[in-house]
């Protein structure tokens, strides 16, 4: 399909309408489409303003064939969350109808039978149904072959006039933005090499300096390729292209995968994790170790002990507000005192690809509720936003306000005055935090125009990850439910004592590290994975499973456990159930991603996953108390039909009734569902002491 008519029949679409999606009973509203650009404005179901730029409907128009029904998120490898607004606008456009097969619905392209622009009808004729396979996006590439023009000299100008021109080629299909891109990927390395100014090149091409920021975004891919990231590379004119190093995800990392796979899905669902155990157990290095396999070159260090992407920061039991963590203004000194986790934040901002990773260490020899307040309420604001150019970013509160970025002096100020003048970007905030003087290490330093810090403050950034090490024992503080409630917990009880002597080394760097794009959060609401999740949106069924409309759906499958917590203060409420479905969501991905077929029998088995690994993390760490806690009233007893035993003879608490509904496993998955394991062992102790609860 050509990317002209797509748009024209988008273009025939009545503005300010509400449209109907294909698989729920949610709306959204087409505003209008600008053909200039083009650019498709909308609205999302809960009112938040949507655009869909030209070089997503490039690549739709590019791989949508006649009479073959598709799926928007299989035709688009799950690229963006554009899928179901879009898929929701082009259906109601007239040549396009909805296509059942079985119980999955598709939309398809059916030019000769047009209908009435605004209406979503469905198309039953089979006799014009092609079964051809829809052509996906490749995900990855193995090699791409470009000349590499480093080595030849252009001046600013003649940049300038290639980019007008490349421009100008764009605007007969309405991919300029696309051309823009090229022309940074094609020319960055001589822009870098040269040290040419991006914004003097687009001034002399004459078109809107708004392009620049397109510009470095080819430039930054150009960098990439440089380095030859995701199994891509630049041809140097002589070498055979079998011969160009590929560097796609290697054995090592797919090994940190595989070691700790049961992190991943928990720091993609929320960035905070707390390690708990006996002391000993390598709650520490497992931080230090994530840190090490995800630390690009740049920030690694000579002496292959310190990862420039991890922070230790060591917890004093005589911490009992914020300013330990964040600092605080000083009277005395007129300006804001900087702490290294409030510094370390600033670094992540800086290389917005790679993973940070923070050790809170013995994170509760103080009071954890008192002097992480603030970052435990910044953390429940973190919201997904689209930027201009279509990208989804996580943002949040302020941590630090934007007046102490402001009062910094200049840039390098040291005996000698050197460096820049006053603070202007982030960057430059960056150098003055670490008091990076020297003109060579101030050259090292990512490029960054950004200036969020001075416009609105410190918030969090997207690459960070605290993970806090836990002991339970006379020497430190319990933890509050509101602390429980915002972490996810992990509980570590070490392995064999044999593996001390194990050769291997795991505090090493990795050819081939991990980046965001391995720990990256897609969804952050529960909302987000039912518009969002490729899995859900392509099934119906899917659908009503996770929004309890079906018997013993998701929501239902919790209500059973509180129905087990009822009558003490551990009942869990939105927040549970929002990580519940997020963690699904998650695994649905992962799932999908080893091309596994995603059908509801798959959906929950991987539910009672989640459901196990949310007992664990989210709802026993938050249980204890004594026999008259858990005991179960005579009114329970009988509705349930519960006998006054368990099976071994000890009084049937709520714990044995949590037991039950927790999913349960056989001899040969025992690694596979743990909670139940969890809950014999705080019911052994409860009848043992008379006391119970999770930690050790």
């Known amino acids: 399909m050509k990317l002209q008519h797509l748009i024209e029949l988008i273009n025939e679409l009545k503005p300010n309408t509400y449209f109907k999606y294909i698989r729920s009973d949610e709306k959204c509203e087409y505003i209008k489409i600008d053909m200039n650009e083009p650019r498709v404005y909308s609205k999302t179901p809960d009112g938040k303003d949507h655009s869909i730029a030209d070089t997503y409907l490039q690549l739709l128009a590019d791989r949508i064939e006649e009479n073959v029904p598709f799926n928007i998120s299989q035709l688009m490898n799950n690229s963006g969350s554009n899928r179901p607004i879009i898929e929701t606008i082009i259906a109601h456009t007239k040549e396009f109808y909805w296509y059942q097969n079985g119980r999955a619905k598709y939309v398809v392209w059916i030019p000769t039978h047009p209908h009435t622009p605004g209406e979503l009808d469905e198309w039953t004729d089979e006799s014009l149904i092609k079964n051809t396979p829809v052509r996906p996006i490749v995900k990855s590439i193995d090699e791409l072959i470009i000349n590499n023009l480093a080595k030849q000299t252009f001046s600013e100008q003649e940049l300038g006039d290639i980019l007008k021109d490349m421009y100008a080629e764009g605007n007969a299909e309405h991919s300029q933005a696309s051309n823009v891109h090229l022309f ?197 604001t973190r919201k997904s936003v689209e930027e201009e150019d279509g990208s989804i970013v996580i943002k949040s509160g302020v941590l630090i306000d934007k007046e102490y970025f402001r009062s910094i002096g200049k840039v390098g100020k040291g005996d000698k005055e050197q460096g820049f003048a006053t603070c202007k970007n982030d960057r430059d905030i960056y150098m003055k935090l670490f008091d990076i003087v020297d003109e060579e290490e101030m050259k090292a330093v990512p490029q960054n125009e950004e200036t969020s810090l001075l416009d609105t403050g410190l918030s969090l950034p997207e690459n960070i990850f605290v993970i806090g090490t836990v002991n339970m024992d006379d020497t430190t503080h319990q933890f509050s439910r509101k602390v429980i409630d915002r972490a996810m917990t992990i509980e570590m009880n070490g392995g064999a004592l044999t593996d001390i002597f ?59 456990i509180n129905k087990a917590l009822r009558g003490t203060p551990f009942t869990v409420s939105y927040r549970v159930m929002n990580e519940l479905t997020i963690y699904l969501a998650v695994l649905l991905d992962k799932a999908e991603e080893d091309g596994q077929e995603i059908s509801l029998e798959v959906c929950k088995q991987l539910a009672n996953t989640a459901i196990d690994k949310i007992l664990l993390m989210k709802i026993l760490p938050r249980v204890e108390g004594d026999d008259e806690m858990f005991r179960i009233s005579e009114k329970e007893r009988t509705a349930n039909g519960f006998s006054d035993q368990a099976d071994d003879g000890h009084e049937f608490t709520k714990l044995d009734w949590l037991r039950q509904i927790a999913p349960q496993h056989t001899e040969d998955n025992k690694d596979s569902y743990m909670a139940v394991d969890k809950l014999s062992e705080m019911i052994e102790r409860l009848n043992r002491q008379s006391f119970t609860r999770f930690w050790p």
């Open 184 to 380: 940074g990927l094609k020319y960055g390395q001589i822009i870098r090499a040269n040290k040419l100014s991006t914004k003097a090149i687009v001034k002399r091409s004459g078109i809107s300096d708004n392009y620049a920021i397109e510009v470095n975004k080819g430039i930054k891919l150009s960098e990439l390729i440089a380095q030859k990231a995701f199994g891509m590379a630049f041809w140097d004119g002589k070498s055979k292209v079998k011969n160009i190093t590929k560097s796609t995800k290697g054995s090592s990392t797919n090994s940190v995968l595989s070691d700790y796979s049961f992190f991943f899905p928990t720091l993609r669902t929320k960035p905070f994790m707390l390690l708990a155990g006996i002391s000993g157990t390598g709650k520490s290095r497992i931080v230090r170790k994530l840190a090490f396999k995800s630390c690009p070159k740049e920030l690694q260090d000579k002496d292959g002990t310190e990862p420039g992407n991890y922070c230790m920061i060591e917890v004093k039991p005589n911490w009992h507000d914020s300013t330990e963590l964040l600092g605080y203004w000083s009277n005395l000194n007129k300006r804001y005192m900087f702490t290294k986790f409030a510094k370390f934040l600033v670094k992540a901002k800086m290389y917005p690809k790679v993973p940070f990773f923070i050790c809170l260490d013995e994170m509760n020899l103080a009071p954890v509720e008192q002097y992480l307040a603030e970052f435990l309420s910044v953390l429940e």
């Open 502 to 560: 194990s050769d291997k080394d795991d505090l090493t760097y990795t050819e081939n590290p991990l980046t965001m794009d391995d720990l990256h959060a897609e969804y952050i609401s529960a909302k987000e994975v039912i518009s969002n999740c490729s899995s859900v949106i392509g099934s119906e069924d899917i659908l009503k499973y996770i929004k309890g409309e079906m018997e013993n759906g998701l929501p239902q499958r919790l209500e059973e």
